[in-house]
């Protein structure tokens, strides 16, 4: 059972666009919602992080929204860029548990 | 600072051989984990140390996997014997103490069993 739900499967983007991936979860322990970029032949790294007592998170062009009460939290990518072609992972965690859940990934391409 | 280094990066063997990897964590990390990556999917846990101590080996297959931390620092994961679907990449991380959210990731094995 997929604990994080993770959609679209790919995504295709212009240059400047935004991106959005979204993701949902049924567990109501979770209270550690990261999301990691991984390019071809590397592994995956920490890009961005929510906590579920806030409704959002922005770093420079990422943004991570979060709606509690749908358990549902989705990555905005602003202006995006060729550079950031790659495989983008939701997860969550649960308090006082220690293994990170992952979804299954989204293959984000931006197109010059 | 040196990140999480993993070898080999790639292996191929046929089925029913062994097969290890290896795994150097990133320096003061006390928590080491080894996930695996199937193709087109999210990183499953297979084990998870706390210094030299597995705390968390619920994924992992036991009949066939193998893994130690000796010392408390490198990690070794074992296959034997490898099943076709044990090809994957095989990712090793690390974390701080506690910060078991913000994992650092080496490049992982790619295994592909003929």
């Known amino acids: 059972q997929q604990q994080v739900k993770q959609s679209p499967q790919s995504l295709i983007v212009q240059k400047g666009g935004i991106s959005i991936i979204n993701c949902a979860y049924e567990?109501?322990?979770?209270?550690?919602f990261p999301w990691y970029q991984q390019f071809p032949g590397k592994g995956p790294a920490l890009l961005i992080a929510?906590?579920?007592?806030?409704s959002e998170k922005k770093e420079g062009r990422f943004t991570i929204s979060f709606n509690k009460s749908a358990k549902q939290f989705s990555l905005h990518i602003m202006d995006s860029q060729p550079g950031d072609s790659a495989t983008y992972f939701c997860?969550?965690?649960?308090?006082?548990?220690?293994?990170?859940?992952f979804g299954t990934g989204t293959r984000l391409t931006v197109i010059p | 600072e040196a990140g999480v280094v993993q070898s080999p990066r790639y292996k191929i063997i046929e089925k029913k051989q062994p097969v290890a990897f290896w795994c150097n964590p990133i320096s003061g990390h006390n928590t080491l984990y080894w996930y695996r990556q199937n193709l087109g999917q999210g990183p499953e846990l297979l084990i998870r140390?706390?210094?030299?101590?597995?705390?968390?080996d619920s994924q992992l297959p036991k009949d066939r996997f193998s893994a130690e931390r000796l010392k408390g620092v490198d990690s070794t994961l074992k296959i034997q014997p490898a099943e076709l679907g044990d090809s994957a990449v095989y990712l090793c991380?690390?974390?701080?103490?506690?910060?078991?959210?913000?994992?650092?990731f080496g490049e992982g094995s790619r295994l592909t069993v003929l």
């Open positions: 567990n109501t322990a979770f209270d550690y």
């Open positions: 929510i906590r579920p007592d806030v």
């Open positions: 140390y706390e210094n030299e101590e597995a705390v968390d």
């Open positions: 991380a690390s974390s701080l103490r506690g910060r078991t959210g913000e994992l650092f």
């Open positions: 997860a969550a965690r649960a308090s006082g548990a220690n293994n990170l859940f």
